[in-house]
């Protein structure tokens, strides 16, 4: 634990938010350079990280989120060093730290389970193994240790060692690819649970003048091939105009879409590389309107997801509905003006309605969810973010006029472009646009549980016409 002189936090398990306020206070732009060993059966990945973090007004502990077993090699600045572990919590003492920038280099293992931070897939066609990560909301820190808090944005560099016949994609581009080995360019700055990477032999399929690359594993190369025209186009439509409508451009140096069989959910925005369950792509009933929607607003929400929370992120789980709000909002909006054959107007209706239910329910929460810990952060993930939340917005863009609206996200997205927010930036945003005070306006919307289902007469505060 830290030393009483110092003024770290005395943490609990998981990441406690008064220790993520404090190190947001005392630890600036984290560099995180992994390589992780992968090998086809084992039961555990071994990896090596080097983690440089400058602490201004140092020497202070350093406190890390770490949920796996022992590391070892420990060295701080050069020289070895001895790590306290407590309350899933790597401690190095502020002894072995000065101000300014410190490097801190170590080795470590963690497990490839069903439910855990790196995952197998095996295809019983062909025998064939895939293995991926999957870190939201917060266990990065089960894979290797790290600042696990969306606040606490890091540059990633990647390293892997593979299997012979395996290819990985990651967050960034490749910067050199051989047998056995890939190697990834930095990472802008992105959020511990954002960090992803893929691997096994999958197959890349890619279109002239498209520049996303859909990632299939091998025995569904010839679906894979079948949907992508489609599927590529679509999404690169949307990306010209999530670009317009956010005032930026895409945000990455590159964009991957990699199917996952069995992925625990429909998909997950990891920044770069969106990874996506690929039933849910690759459809078992292709010719269903409603599962052809569905597999659109999926894409369309993921890849909005690119600005609205990879760009732009939630300092905390507690604002997950700033994320989860503008993804369905840009995505609907998308497939209304997009993909004209799914009548993206009933699409809206059939979203806003379903979100006023949703408010309506006794005990129902706000949007903004108070969160004490991320190990509780699954309970934010409720309809109110993903249903209420885009129909507040919806609505907000009716009440403030749709040209006031954008103005405000464009400047929202361009003021925090690589940064984090809470609702109160937005409420800023959308107060400089309108020159109003909007405090009254974010209390009965974005505080008050049920505002939505009881203050305002439904066809108006969904703007269902
Ligand atoms: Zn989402």
């Given at each position: 634990?830290?030393?009483?002189?110092?003024?770290?936090?005395?943490?609990?398990?998981?990441?406690?938010?008064?220790?993520?306020?404090?190190?947001?206070?005392?630890?600036?732009?984290?560099?995180?350079?992994?390589?992780?060993?992968?090998?086809?059966?084992?039961?555990?990945?071994?990896?090596?990280?080097?983690?440089?973090?400058?602490?201004?007004?140092?020497?202070?502990?350093?406190?890390?989120?770490?949920?796996?077993?022992?590391?070892?090699?420990?060295?701080?600045?050069?020289?070895?060093?001895?790590?306290?572990?407590?309350?899933?919590?790597?401690?190095?003492?502020?002894?072995?730290?000065?101000?300014?920038?410190?490097?801190?280099?170590?080795?470590?293992?963690?497990?490839?389970?069903?439910?855990?931070?790196?995952?197998?897939?095996?295809?019983?066609?062909?025998?064939?193994?895939?293995?991926?990560?999957?870190?939201?909301?917060?266990?990065?820190?089960?894979?290797?240790?790290?600042?696990?808090?969306?606040?606490?944005?890091?540059?990633?560099?990647?390293?892997?060692?593979?299997?012979?016949?395996?290819?990985?994609?990651?967050?960034?581009?490749?910067?050199?690819?051989?047998?056995?080995?890939?190697?990834?360019?930095?990472?802008?700055?992105?959020?511990?649970?954002?960090?992803?990477?893929?691997?096994?032999?999958?197959?890349?399929?890619?279109?002239?003048?498209?520049?996303?690359?859909?990632?299939?594993?091998?025995?569904?190369?010839?679906?894979?091939?079948?949907?992508?025209?489609?599927?590529?186009?679509?999404?690169?439509?949307?990306?010209?105009?999530?670009?317009?409508?956010?005032?930026?451009?895409?945000?990455?140096?590159?964009?991957?879409?990699?199917?996952?069989?069995?992925?625990?959910?429909?998909?997950?925005?990891?920044?770069?590389?969106?990874?996506?369950?690929?039933?849910?792509?690759?459809?078992?009933?292709?010719?269903?309107?409603?599962?052809?929607?569905?597999?659109?607003?999926?894409?369309?929400?993921?890849?909005?997801?690119?600005?609205?929370?990879?760009?732009?992120?939630?300092?905390?789980?507690?604002?997950?509905?700033?994320?989860?709000?503008?993804?369905?909002?840009?995505?609907?909006?998308?497939?209304?003006?997009?993909?004209?054959?799914?009548?993206?107007?009933?699409?809206?209706?059939?979203?806003?309605?379903?979100?006023?239910?949703?408010?309506?329910?006794?005990?129902?929460?706000a949007l903004h969810?108070?969160?004490?810990?991320?190990?509780?952060?699954?309970?934010?993930?409720?309809?109110?973010?993903?249903?209420?939340a885009?129909a507040v917005l919806r609505h907000a863009e009716r009440e403030f006029g749709?040209?006031r609206f954008?103005?405000a996200?464009?400047?929202?997205?361009?003021?925090?472009?690589?940064?984090?927010?809470?609702w109160r930036?937005l409420v800023r945003a959308l107060e400089r646009a309108t020159g109003r005070d909007l405090r009254p306006w974010a209390r009965r919307r974005i505080l008050q549980?049920?505002a939505l289902?009881?203050g305002v007469?439904?066809?108006r505060a969904?703007?269902?016409?």
């Amino acid at each position: 634990m830290p030393s009483p002189s110092s003024a770290a936090p005395r943490a609990g398990p998981g990441v406690p938010l008064a220790l993520a306020r404090w190190r947001e206070r005392h630890y600036r732009a984290p560099r995180y350079e992994l390589a992780f060993r992968l090998r086809p059966g084992a039961r555990s990945v071994s990896g090596t990280l080097q983690l440089a973090v400058t602490i201004p007004r140092g020497p202070l502990d350093l406190v890390l989120d770490w949920r796996g077993g022992p590391v070892n090699g420990v060295r701080v600045n050069g020289r070895t060093a001895s790590p306290l572990y407590k309350n899933q919590h790597l401690v190095i003492p502020r002894r072995a730290l000065k101000r300014g920038r410190n490097l801190l280099q170590l080795a470590f293992s963690a497990p490839v389970r069903a439910g855990g931070p790196l995952r197998r897939y095996r295809d019983a066609r062909d025998g064939a193994e895939y293995l991926y990560t999957l870190l939201v909301p917060a266990d990065a820190s089960a894979l290797f240790p790290c600042f696990d808090q969306p606040g606490l944005k890091g540059r990633f560099r990647l390293k892997l060692d593979l299997p012979k016949n395996w290819r990985a994609v990651a967050n960034a581009p490749a910067l050199e690819e051989r047998t056995g080995f890939a190697r990834f360019a930095e990472t802008p700055p992105i959020s511990t649970y954002l960090f992803a990477f893929a691997a096994g032999p999958f197959r890349v399929v890619t279109r002239k003048s498209e520049p996303v690359r859909l990632f299939v594993r091998q025995s569904r190369l010839a679906r894979a091939r079948a949907v992508a025209p489609a599927l590529l186009r679509l999404n690169r439509a949307a990306m010209d105009r999530f670009a317009r409508d956010c005032g930026h451009p895409f945000p990455f140096p590159k964009y991957d879409l990699v199917l996952i069989p069995d992925f625990h959910y429909g998909g997950m925005e990891h920044a770069g590389a969106t990874f996506l369950r690929e039933d849910r792509v690759l459809l078992r009933q292709p010719r269903s309107r409603y599962w052809r929607r569905r597999r659109a607003l999926l894409l369309l929400h993921e890849t909005a997801h690119q600005w609205m929370g990879n760009l732009v992120t939630m300092r905390w789980f507690d604002d997950l509905w700033l994320k989860e709000g503008f993804a369905n909002y840009l995505a609907y909006g998308a497939l209304q003006a997009l993909a004209l054959e799914f009548d993206g107007e009933r699409a809206w209706a059939e979203l806003t309605s379903s979100g006023r239910r949703a408010a309506a329910k006794p005990g129902a929460p706000a949007l903004h969810a108070p969160l004490d810990n991320l190990a509780a952060a699954r309970s934010v993930y409720t309809e109110i973010v993903y249903r209420t939340a885009p129909a507040v917005l919806r609505h907000a863009e009716r009440e403030f006029g749709a040209a006031r609206f954008r103005r405000a996200l464009r400047s929202f997205v361009r003021r925090h472009a690589w940064g984090a927010v809470d609702w109160r930036d937005l409420v800023r945003a959308l107060e400089r646009a309108t020159g109003r005070d909007l405090r009254p306006w974010a209390r009965r919307r974005i505080l008050q549980p049920d505002a939505l289902a009881q203050g305002v007469p439904p066809t108006r505060a969904m703007g269902i016409q």
